[in-house]
């Protein structure tokens, strides 16, 4: 199951992708054109992405981690399960956001807001990118920003029960999201608009959806039998 989660990470955050340039297409989009003259771009988006992975992947080894130290505390197969289903509900509540038909997702997010409001100064503070070094810098501290698609797959790192597999799990989610903001910094507008039609939002969403949904009736199929 683990391995089969990795994959499922990843396509949750390739089909959430309009989700991601909706976030954080302003941002690569804001690192990409204030560069020193006759800097190469893709160095910063490079970068930019490298931290922001990276960032993932730290929250998924720290929760991962957490829940080894407390669910050795409590029935871990209980605590398991039912960290896994909430996961995969998350996951359904995201593809509907990303699909059009709800917006609780928006609320979820606003939790995260204490968080960012600490980590926001360090970045204005690192702005202008001026190195490849310091693009790696904005994009680890943009990692944490609020965003109901990487609290989903928070959730399933955390129900991992182990640091190494709630790492994994979170790099996954990354590298998923990452054809799209590498796109997102080269054709910007051009690639926004795009995913921002109704039938690509409506195939994404029900695609994020469907994977949540195939999740939660395996757990629960397993759990019955």
């Known amino acids: 199951m683990i391995e089969t989660n990795f994959w499922i990470l990843f396509l949750a955050g390739l089909l959430g992708g309009g989700h991601c340039v909706g976030m954080c297409g302003g941002i690569v989009a804001a690192l990409t054109l204030h560069q020193p003259p006759g800097y190469a771009r893709w160095r910063v988006l490079a970068g930019y992405n490298l931290g922001r992975v990276a960032s993932y992947t730290l929250i998924g080894a720290l929760l991962g981690g957490l ?81 109901g698609l990487v609290y989903s797959a928070s959730i399933s790192a955390l129900a991992s029960g182990s640091a190494w597999n709630g790492a994994g799990m979170m790099l996954a989610f990354g590298l998923g999201t990452l054809p799209n903001l590498l796109l997102m910094g080269v054709f910007a507008d051009g690639l926004r608009r795009w995913m921002q039609k109704r039938p690509v939002r409506l195939a994404a969403g029900l695609g994020v959806a469907g994977i949540g949904a195939w999740r939660l009736a395996q757990l629960v199929s397993g759990t019955i039998s």
């Open 67 to 147: 829940a080894a130290g407390g669910l050795s505390l409590a029935s871990t197969h209980a605590w398991q399960l039912g960290l896994a289903a909430l996961a995969d509900l998350m996951l359904i509540a995201m593809g509907f956001y990303l699909a059009g038909f709800a917006q609780a997702v928006t609320a979820l997010e606003k939790l995260g807001q204490p968080v960012w409001r600490r980590v926001q100064p360090l970045v204005g503070r690192m702005l202008p990118v001026r190195s490849a070094g310091g693009a790696v810098a904005v994009g680890a501290a943009w990692g944490w920003l609020p965003c």
